[in-house]
């Protein structure tokens, strides 16, 4: 289809249609917490804690007075920040930045849809399904910067997509930058496009556009080196040394949650899809297929971690369905169908099985919310109300139990206090091996009270010469939390604050 009208129409119909599962979904969250505003990962609280001590004038940072700072997207940090300048209170304004980057992903679906297509009903399918998947649906509500992620991801790939073969484009080049500030995989879509142009065309703009895309992201480590002397977060660090996975562990899981969890028939349809894109040389989306493939590559090879849905992968999928749907008229002409007609067949299969597992999904952002409600939020309350407020605390999670206190924290996981990660690096969690030497710290960093998970420090959790449990915490089904039981301990001798 080659009409010429306006997309506008589609666009409104596009953020009508996504606007609805994203409302059931936040609604249903709050019958079962009693809140509106309330994260399905605790991680969410830690963006808050750095753009709120950055607005009172204390610094990008956990704990006034220090440099350290375990933010790993700059530009959702900014955002923030931005969304503080102007008044907004943080909570709020961290959900609704969410949900408007998750509704702008329909209209740059459409738009890389209908680039690849040139069908409007195509692109229409495919923009829906992005919109109606549910990893995306709970990525919308999660207080993350995982939709700013994947809508700046779209709009690079659209740019690239509407340039003349051999031009050169600044657009590709900044808001490629910008999407890497937003998450650094990103990276990788840049990389493939510059790769992709090059094969094409044998000329070196696209890797200027790629170079010009690394000095803009480079900006932040630089920033942060002249802050802390290191170039980037222990963020990566602190995470690989607490949940690798062994890398089959890693990739069976993969396999069972796009199956089962995210759209069946898209993972079915993703080897035939690559298949019928090769046999027909569309090179047009080798840059998207380059994308997918070197981003489940370097996951596999670098940070195989699958935990809070797997949520760094999440920035991927919206690429993954446009060139799934791009490929079905494709894939019918090898198996010589009618190829428009197929290929919307096809692309609505894909919207009835993304929309198939919605419900499913809504129970799991229902069951992440009501867990971070009922431990990190209630904790972080109880500490609110009956702990000092010069107590130091030390933590193994750093979000809601910083931000709703406003305490000052040592970071036995790393991200805060990165100095303890040469003491956690080769100690798997729950084995106890580094437990002597953090309950070290703790005193001669003189931590007053201790919250924490016993079952990950099983050693430190039977030192009743050192701690005084004073309250528990416990989950009935955990789904999100590192662990279902959270104790709070008094630290003896440390003076439980003023």
């Known amino acids: 289809m080659h009409g010429r ?12 249609l996504g606007a609805v599962p994203v409302i059931v979904f936040l609604s249903a969250s709050r019958s079962f917490t009693g809140e509106w505003f309330v994260f399905p990962l605790d991680d969410s609280y830690i963006h808050l804690r750095l753009a709120d001590n950055w607005l009172r004038g204390h610094g990008f940072v956990i704990n006034p007075g220090e440099a350290t700072s375990p933010e790993s997207s700059a530009l959702w940090g900014l955002l923030l920040c931005l969304a503080g300048l102007s008044g907004a209170p943080l909570i709020p304004s961290a959900m609704m930045l969410g949900v408007l980057f998750h509704l702008a992903l329909g209209p740059l679906a459409w738009l890389a849809l209908h680039r690849l297509t040139r069908d409007r009903v195509i692109a229409l399918i495919g923009a829906a399904t992005v919109l109606c998947t549910g990893r995306l649906v709970w990525s919308a509500g999660s207080g993350m910067e995982i939709p700013l992620a994947a809508a700046l991801g779209l709009t690079t790939l659209w740019l690239d997509l509407r340039r003349p073969r051999r031009g050169f484009s600044l657009g590709v080049a900044v808001v490629g930058g910008l999407a890497t500030l937003a998450r650094p995989e990103m990276a990788l879509l840049v990389a493939s496009i510059a790769l992709s142009r090059w094969l094409q065309t044998r000329r070196i703009g696209p890797w200027i556009e790629a170079a ?15 802050k802390t002397g290191h ?12 949940f690798d996975e062994p890398r089959l562990v890693f990739l069976r899981q993969q396999l069972v949650l796009w199956f089962f969890d995210e759209s069946p028939l898209l993972t079915i349809l993703l080897l035939p899809a690559a298949l019928a894109v090769t046999l027909r040389k569309r090179v047009r989306m080798s840059a998207l297929w380059i994308w997918i493939a070197a981003h489940l590559a ?21 690429g993954v369905i446009i060139a799934v749907v791009a490929a079905m008229p494709h894939l019918a002409r090898l198996l ?17 099985s993304a929309c198939s597992t919605l419900l499913h999904w809504r129970a799991i ?13 209630t904790v972080a309350r109880w500490i609110d109300a009956n702990v000092p407020p010069d107590a130091t605390l030390a933590v193994n999670d750093i979000g809601a139990h910083t931000f ?24 798997p969690i729950c084995s106890g091996q580094a437990d002597a030497a953090l309950a070290d710290e703790i005193v001669s960093r003189g931590c007053d009270w201790l919250i924490f998970f016993p079952r990950w420090y099983p050693d430190l959790a039977k030192r009743s010469d050192l701690l005084e449990t004073v309250e528990e915490f416990r989950l009935r089904h955990n789904t999100i939390c590192g662990d279902s039981l959270v104790r709070v301990c008094r630290v003896r001798g440390g003076g439980g604050g003023q």
Request: with cysteine; glycine share 2%; hydrophobic share 55%.
């Open 5 to 16: 009208s306006s997309p506008l129409p589609h666009f409104t119909g596009l953020l009508v």
């Open 212 to 226: 010009i895309a690394a000095a803009i992201f480079l900006v932040y480590p630089l920033i942060h080196f002249a």
């Open 231 to 242: 170039p980037l977060p222990p963020t990566l660090s602190a995470r690989m040394a607490l």
């Open 298 to 318: 370097v996951s596999l090879a670098v940070f195989h971690v699958s935990y809070h849905q797997t949520r760094y992968m999440i920035p991927l999928i919206p």
């Open 336 to 352: 010589r169908w009618r190829p428009m007609l197929a290929g919307r067949l096809l692309a609505l299969a894909l919207l009835v």
């Open 365 to 377: 952002y229902c069951d992440n919310t009501s867990n971070i409600f009922d431990q990190q939020i």
């Open 404 to 427: 709703l206190t406003d305490r000052r924290v040592v970071d036995l996981a790393g991200l805060a206090t990165p100095e303890l990660l040469p003491i956690i690096m080769d100690s």
